[in-house]
């Protein structure tokens, strides 16, 4: 069986094609912005232009615009090809990206952004410890870590809290990761996981 994992959730946007338990393809990009442009593009790249049984997509917490465009390219070529189509948490793919070089509990940290981040704690597996929170620098200082951290805010919460650089780990979300998840992280849900409230408010939301 064929799998189309995408992932962009962050500043990154990467697509990978499995068969069955092996990776045939891959693609990984840090662009920033301009994931509606590249995404498709990337996919269809693939073997096959990516054409899978399943596919998994990021579902968050992220940029709220990089979340909604991963989500939708996952539905209308599921819709497309006739391919069932799950969700992971964002931070849990990092999570096992870390884990997968040091097999050690683990304190997720990415952008979340308005200064604040995506924190959460993960046991060996990548299995959640607790609930994924925003919070300011300061505020993720006084809730700790893990003696490990990763994420693409990892140095500057393993700075706050004085830990020594080896147990840091730079990672941005990629989905060569994404069948290694434990199955019991993808949903056959796919709301997005937005880990704050919006940056807008609707005229109408705001008038109540």
């Not at 793919?93 to 308005?114: I, K, Y």
């Not at 929170?133 to 500057?156: D, K, Y």
Request: aromatic residues 6%; negative net charge.
């Amino acid at each position: 069986m064929r799998t189309l994992a995408i992932e962009t959730a962050t500043e990154a946007c990467s697509v990978a094609l499995f068969e069955d338990d092996s990776l045939i393809a891959h693609d990984h990009q840090v662009l920033g912005r301009g994931h509606a442009e590249r995404l498709v593009p990337m996919i269809a790249n693939l073997p096959e232009n990516g054409k899978s049984q399943r596919i998994l997509v990021s579902l968050g917490p992220g940029s709220f615009t990089g979340v909604r465009i991963g989500i939708a390219t996952a539905r209308a070529l599921a819709f497309a090809w006739g391919a069932d189509v799950l969700g992971y948490p964002t931070l849990a793919l990092v999570a096992g990206m870390a884990q997968s070089e040091r097999p050690e509990p683990v304190t997720v940290c990415m952008n979340g952004g308005h200064g604040e981040w995506f924190v959460a704690d993960y046991d060996v597996g990548a299995e959640p410890l607790g609930a994924t929170v925003s919070l300011s620098p300061e505020a993720a200082h006084a809730r700790g870590a893990q003696a490990n951290i990763a994420g693409n805010r990892a140095a500057e919460f393993g700075e706050l809290l004085g830990l020594d650089p080896s147990h840091i780990q730079f990672l941005l979300p990629d989905a060569w990761f994404a069948l290694a998840l434990p199955s019991p992280l993808l949903s056959a849900s796919l709301a997005p996981t937005y880990g704050r409230g919006p940056d807008a408010v609707p005229q109408a939301a705001s008038r109540t």
